[in-house]
């Protein structure tokens, strides 16, 4: 059983017609009262607890929870449902995410993908359920928008990604300025894991590597921050 707590995390999830509920209310200041009236809307079923309880529930709690009975916020679909389902669609965007393990991170990532029209996230093992409301509050609720599918060989998905006429680009410190490569058309860009980058059979299925030229004295940017800043080239180039 989990709960969501972050106000941005709860009105995103009901927003997006996703299952949810029941909103368990203990107190409700000016903000909660806002997603409360939301919910009705909704008609999502409303139960009033009292705050001892609720802390209980939802810790970090700001006098609202809602249940979840899923870990995703967002209807999953397949790597091959999505390829199948481009068409003749000639740009698309995909983020392949290799071992971000850091759930604040994974949602900072998520938010980003929100805002620079990413069409799919694509990971190994997206995340632990203990995790997804860390998630969900990290991304301002964006995982209830921003489709994710789940793949058991990265590499595989790269190849099947190919085929479908889509460039790899891995993001590297050594790689070509990214503002000089044309990122138009079909394309997916690799993130590697905190502290442990692209992994070897993953970065062999690159057709090359893009870098964020920096000045800086410590040795590279925060994952989520590279990929804020890699998305906003891709759609900079395709505005």
């Not at 199948?84 to 850091?102: H, P």
């Not at 991170?105 to 995340?127: E, T």
């Not at 590279?226 to 395709?238: D, K, N, W």
Request: charged share 25%; glycine share 10%; hydrophobic share 40%.
């Amino acid at each position: 059983m989990m709960y969501l707590t972050g106000f941005h995390a709860i009105e995103e999830r009901i927003k997006s017609g996703n299952p949810c509920g029941p909103l368990l209310v203990a107190k409700a200041g000016p903000r909660a009262k806002e997603i409360v009236t939301l919910a009705v809307n909704n008609k999502i079923r409303l139960e009033r607890t009292g705050t001892f309880e609720l802390d209980g529930i939802a810790p970090d709690n700001r006098g609202i929870a809602l249940h979840v009975d899923d870990d995703s916020g967002k209807a999953d679909i397949t790597l091959d449902s999505f390829i199948s389902g481009l068409g003749e669609r000639k740009n698309a965007l995909v983020l392949v995410l290799d071992e971000i393990t850091d759930p604040h991170n994974y949602g900072a990532i998520l938010r980003c993908c929100d805002q620079f029209a990413v069409d799919l996230v694509v990971s190994r093992n997206r995340r632990n359920a203990k995790h997804a409301a860390i998630i969900s509050q990290t991304s301002a609720g964006a995982v209830s928008w921003v489709a994710q599918a789940e793949t058991p060989n990265l590499v595989r998905g790269c190849e099947d990604l190919k085929e479908a006429g889509f460039w790899i680009y891995g993001a590297d410190m050594e790689g070509e300025p990214v503002y000089e490569k044309d990122l138009s058309g079909r394309t997916a860009l690799i993130l590697g894991g905190e502290g442990t980058g692209i992994s070897r059979l993953l970065r062999e299925t690159c057709d090359g590597f893009i870098g964020i030229p920096s000045s800086g004295r410590i040795d590279s940017l925060n994952v989520s921050v590279a990929a804020g800043i890699l998305l906003y080239e891709v759609r900079r180039q395709r505005a």
